[in-house]
């Protein structure tokens, strides 16, 4: 949930509908979104295709996977004064750039992903990561999931848009909302792979999203986060992660997106790389050891 300033400062911008000009400021991928005030980092090509009415639709496509094509709507871009009031909007303002940096990553290795079960958590409205491990890494299931029930209708409305791209690969939406006490029979240790993009600025989540990991994965399986510092928060998460997990934190994990971030850092007056580059986290179960 939103801190009380933060309500209000997203509740006027919405009343004078310059959401989108707020979120940019505060780290977005707006290229992504088409407002072209500040670039990702450019790693998947997206062109915007022909608009039927109020709706905005993308092509998401990827020069290390020839054949990958992704036709995506994104959510309006104003929202109204209910979704502001109501459930954690943020995955519905645009797809931020940790979550293109992870889709570019599961491209990159999606041999991992062949025949493995994936589960995305705080997907947002796109489900990007997600998506392009469906339609590209031969998966044998893909649960795509938000606590937000507009992104999770928007999610469904692009697993429907792709499906012709996903093989074999089982691909289903859900919403899901990380919960301590939930066992979430449903989904327990069903999941070789979780991914999970710019989830951990809400602090007072932290708990609720560990357990929900923890219960959704097996007990060899790995979860691949990618997530910006943004004020520290990312490091808290660490530390509360370390109780149950092996952590490894990496900064500089793949070379061209070090370069463009070293040359953003350079050149461009609206890059802040506490809220746009993120580092890759990797958690693994900490196995018990067995009883002799
Ligand atoms: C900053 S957005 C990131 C969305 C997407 N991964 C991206 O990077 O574009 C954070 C996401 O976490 C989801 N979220 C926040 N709190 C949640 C909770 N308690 N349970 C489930 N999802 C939650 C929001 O709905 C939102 O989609």
């Known amino acids: 949930m939103y801190s009380g300033k933060q309500r209000w400062k997203y509740l006027r911008a919405a009343v004078l509908q ?10 977005t991928t707006p290229a992504l979104t088409s407002s072209g005030t500040f670039e990702s980092f450019g ?12 709706e905005q639709w993308f092509e998401y496509s990827c020069s290390l996977v020839p054949d990958f094509r992704l036709t995506i709507r994104h959510c309006p871009k104003t929202i109204s004064l209910e979704q502001l009031t109501g459930f954690n909007n943020t995955g519905n303002i645009c797809v931020w750039s940790s979550e293109e940096v992870l889709a570019y990553h599961c491209l990159r290795h999606k041999d991992c992903f062949s025949e493995r079960r994936v589960c995305e958590l705080g997907a947002g409205m796109t489900g990007l990561a997600g998506l392009s491990v469906a339609a590209a890494a031969n998966a044998s299931k893909v649960v795509l999931t938000d606590g937000n029930e507009l992104s999770v209708a928007n999610i469904a409305v692009n697993a429907a848009a792709n499906a012709s791209m996903f093989g074999s690969t089982s691909v289903t939406t859900s919403c899901v909302v990380w919960d301590s006490l ?4 449903e989904y327990k240790k069903m999941f070789d792979y979780i991914l999970c993009a710019d989830c951990l600025f809400f602090r ?10 923890l219960t959704f994965l097996k007990d060899e399986g790995e979860i691949i986060i990618f997530t910006p510092k943004r004020n520290g ?32 850092q350079r050149s461009s007056a609206t890059y802040n790389p506490d809220i746009h ?9 900490i196995q018990m050891q067995e009883a002799v």
């Open 204 to 213: 007072d989540c932290h708990d609720s999203l560990l357990h929900t990991m």
């Open 277 to 285: 580059y993120p580092l890759k986290i990797i958690l693994k179960k």
């Open 233 to 264: 928060s990312c490091w808290d998460f660490v530390e509360k992660a370390k109780r149950q997990f092996s952590v490894r934190v990496f900064e500089r994990y793949d070379e061209q997106l070090w370069t463009i971030h070293v040359e953003r």
């Open 43 to 54: 790693l998947l090509a997206v062109r915007a295709l022909p608009i039927a009415g109020e």
């Open 18 to 27: 310059k959401t989108t000009d707020i979120f940019v400021r505060e780290g």
């Open 182 to 185: 939930n066992e979430f029979p």
